[in-house]
């Protein structure tokens, strides 16, 4: 094989490593033919216009042709001529694939299939990235840039699934990039016939050479400490796709982490701002008119704001008990990727798989521990959805305090702003009882009192989140939720947030439910009643919503106090369909609003203390070896260890800093005496220190250290005023007598080393010794 | 210079009281400025030499014809009160000649011990190496044991003793180079070198006039040449000098440049000479400075370079120097 060739295929094989990590998004081993297809052509194609002595360009120009001749081969869409040959429609039809492959990314969780248009996108993305490394490895022989197009490779798969792919994924990647190095510079030399070692021995190309092994043990060391601080630091591992496209941080969101599930926040941003909605599942029921389909109950509040309890103790699905008239619903999945199943209203019976899917006690959520929709193609749900009249809530008497409803579901942060606010609203509204309390609440956050829809939210500066809501009043149904639930918990009465899908589009019997169909709203607890819907946001924000015949929609609503039974029976209204923002940065900052979720920023900024010690950590990185200098300074010179040898390491390790040369042969006097003739100011005090040292080693009296702190500082102020800017920063913060020290204690180890593997028993693969080795000259 | 013909002294019991640092120094700067007066801008030749003789240690002066090797070691002689012998070496000079030898005296009917030239204090052998290897090797034994026998009685040699022997490299034809045994037993090998300039000048004004070796008058006398080498043996030597001195010469023997290294004698000798140099300068505890300073003159003359250093233009002096550049001053590892 010729150098070319050889190259050639280091550079293929080393970006096949790369893709490694690419088996955690796909679901199975399929996509790698393809894939390794695609690097392989793309190799052959630039390797025979080489080896044919055709100039990079028009290697280039091969492999992109490779590039394209294969993609039009495996995406056609029946538009190319005789299957290789790309027509206009090809690329349209490649277009199509692109935009496919976009939404697929930011709907589906991986693993993925390995089909349609991420496939399409992950191979031309291969495809360009092996375009790129083969150029730069073996066209350009500029293979430390290789490192840029095998992070891009590495990268991606780790951005778009970084719970999919596990840190150790990143050892290939690195050991193939030094494999490029090294295979680089091994060619490099090799070219001169035989390699010097540098302890002046030739060694034959066939032959390891001894310096090989510092290489290895260096490239081993360096990436084994990479994974170390991989693991080590903490690190929020969202991915980038869903920090920008959905503003979301998956650190601790309760069935968020895990392979194939959605955090519910997440999902509910992300599908409301999707450019073009897709349909998530279809449902027919016998109910005239269906409500919301429950799917997460968010009743954890904390300073991060609402999470799902974990999904984790689950009853059976029989636990399940309704009661008066019970709608069967008939639902069709398409889309949906959770871990929960979407119910109607109170659910009597759900014929999902048993030993998959339970109950979860405390919300009555139909979840599953380790299934999810993604496996359920249609299920059956029979449930009832009573209907309340105001009359009866309000007659509704306060939950116990001692109940374990009511405890679990009032728990909430200490923000003494909001207690004031609720507090001053119930006074005002004369609110006494929990159907009061609700109204008040429904009220204040009416668009009478100024509240307004927007899936842009700002931030207006306050601790909390929910103060920026109440105090820009704008903002989307999670907001709402969220605000409505907090408050009633501060004002005692036990509410939740639930997420879940509106009723979605009515056509010949059968609801449609898209993505735009994502909601939140808010459940309150009446004492021997059970958990009432409220829906506090305004219903032009919400595509198909409906009014809950015991509470007037807050838009429509304009006094506040006979809105209780106002409007009874009032029949749900399909409103018009969401304004979608475009921008995703905006609902990343619209997110980061919302208690409940994190961003990046948020995560740095607010709860997660590890981040900012890990930060600090680093930043402190650079001045340790500032720190430790300073350590071993005052130690040197603390009077328990002060004598004259002591000042008389820091002086030559001084001098050493401020770039001075000396040498281990120089007596105390030589020393000194270089000192005076680098610095001439500091000859008082070099000699004073070097005569003590004199005295303290080579006579019988010793000497008298007292005064040689006052000398040692002196000298340092000395050799600092007179010392270059560069030398002088260079001295405090990267000592080069650290430095010597660590080369010189290095040198002993590898002495000692040497020893052992002298002594060792085993014979030992060398170049210096032995009848095989090829040594001396050529 | 008279040829006197005493016979040695009696070994003397009292030994002699040792002198304050202050007084050391003193009297070896007055020894030294009378030298320089003689042989000028050569004070650290001078300053070896007298460390030399003050070692108890026997100096070979090798240098070109004319550069004052003898008048530094007359004028050395004359600065302290005591005799100079003067030995010609030539081919036909007879072991007897230097050592001494018996005479029928008729009146007293008795063989008389005629002293040899070495029973002076200072002894100038001039072209030592011209001399034959039986006659060398006369000097040489009397170099090391201090004492003559000759038809059974031992003679001891004058306290201070001391040999001042000088050769002339360029000169090779009809010499008998010393073997490495014998070059073992000078403690240092010096060269003075040629004078600066000023040096020069300064000689031509002062030598027009009269010759300053005349009017050079002692400074000091034997005693205290005595009390002297008395004072520097009880210089402090500290373990890590002592070790220091140690690798050096140790380390002469493993360069790849030499076929034979300095001895264990050798590193007698210079830790003997850098408690001379030591108290020379007032101290009464050595410093490897003073080892540094000796190093050369002590061991460069001991050393056998191998071939192919010889070939390269290499001297030993280089490679000593090579080596102090090398050794570090403390063992230990990490101090300094």
Redesign the interface.
Known sequence: MNSQRHATMVAAASLSLTLTPLAGIFEGLGWAIPVLLMVAVIATAGSLVRSAGRGQGLQTLAMVGALTVLMTMMFNGGTAIALIIPTPDTFSHWLNLVGQGINDIIVMAPPVAPEGGILFMTMMGVGVVAILHDMFVVGLRTPALAGLTLLTMYLVPVSVAPDATAWFWFILPAVAYLWVLADDNLRRVSRFGHRFTGSGQLVGPRFPSPLAATARMAGAVFVTLTLILLAVIPTNTSGLVDQVAQGYGDGEGPGGGDLGSLDPWAQLSGSLNRPDPVDVMRVTTDDPSPRYLRMHVADVLTDSGFHPSPYDELEPLDSLSGGGEVFTAQVENLELVDQVAPVYGRPAAVDLDEDEWGVEPNTDVIASEDSSMEDVDEYTVQYTDPDWDAATLAAADPTPTDSAVFERNTDHPDVPELSGIVEQLMTEAGAVTVHEKTLAVLDYLSPANGFTYSLETTDAGNEEAILDFLDTKEGYCQQYAASMAWMLREADVPARVAIGLTKGSYSEGVWTISSDNFHAWVEVYYEGLGWIDFDPTPSSGVSDSVSFPWATEPSEATDPADQGGAAPGEEPTTTAPTEAPTLPEELATGAQEQPGEQSAAGETGGGASPAWLALLLLLAVPFIPALWRSALRRSRLSPRRLNA?TA??ET?DLAVDYGIE??????????AAALAQAVPDAREASEALASAV??H????RGADAAALPAAVKDLRITLDKNAEPRLRFGAILWPASLAA?FA??RG?ASTRLTELRAKAPWPRRSNSGGDEAVTGRP | MAFESSPARPVQQQPPSPLSPQEFKATAEAILTNVEWVIEGKSHTIRLALAVMLAEGHLLLEDVPGVGKTQLAKALARSVDCSVRRIQFTPDLLPSDVTGVSIFDPEKRDFVFKPGAVFGNLILGDEINRASPKTQAALLECMEERQVTIDGNTYKLRSPFMVIATQNPVEMEGTYPLPEAQRDRFTARLAIGYPDVNAELAMLDHRGEFNPLEALKPVCDGETITRMIATARAVHLAPELKRYAVDIVAATRTTAQVRLGASPRATLQLLRCARVLAAMDGRDFALPDDVQQLAVPVLAHRLIPTTETTMGGGDTGSIVADIMRHVPVVSQPGRY
């Not at chain 1, 080693?697 to 019988?700: C, E, G, Q, T």
């Open positions: 040898q008389w390491d030559r000396l040498r281990a042969s120089f007596t105390p006097r030589q020393t004199e005295h080693r080579y006579s019988p020290r010189e204690q002993r």
